[in-house]
């Protein structure tokens, strides 16, 4: 099994840019699919961004394209996310999944998640 562990998170003014890190331990991070994922209060999880087990393939959801940006460093064990250009409605805990998902953009198709971090933005 992977555990998860994210870091990064705070509160920014809109405009602004955070990076988001999740450091792996356990098994082999690099045997796994990495998703980003978010959730607000009253609100379903939501897809963010997933990147293939090498790093060649990545997934965003259209309200962040061009904003944010996925990577992962297999060697580090550890994955990232770059946000850019922030605005009030990116506010929410943000996690970190890993898992072997027929699907990427699925929330149900993870297997491991870390424990969240919350990123607040500020208007």
């Known amino acids: 099994q992977v555990q998860l562990v994210e870091s990064g998170g705070g509160l920014v003014q809109a405009g602004g840019s955070l990076r988001l890190s999740c450091a792996a331990s356990?098994?082999?991070?690099?045997?796994?699919?990495n998703g980003w994922f978010r959730q607000a209060p009253g609100k379903e999880r939501e897809f963010v961004a997933a990147i293939s087990r090498a790093g060649g393939t990545t997934y965003y959801t259209d309200s962040v394209k061009g904003r944010f940006t996925i990577s992962r460093d297999n060697a580090k064990n550890t994955a990232y996310l770059q946000m850019n250009s922030l605005n009030v409605e990116d506010t929410a805990v943000y996690y970190c999944a890993a898992g072997s998902p027929d699907f990427p953009t699925r929330h149900a198709e993870y297997a491991y998640w870390g424990q969240g971090t919350q990123v607040t933005v500020s208007s």
């Open positions: 356990g098994r082999t991070f690099s045997s796994y699919v």
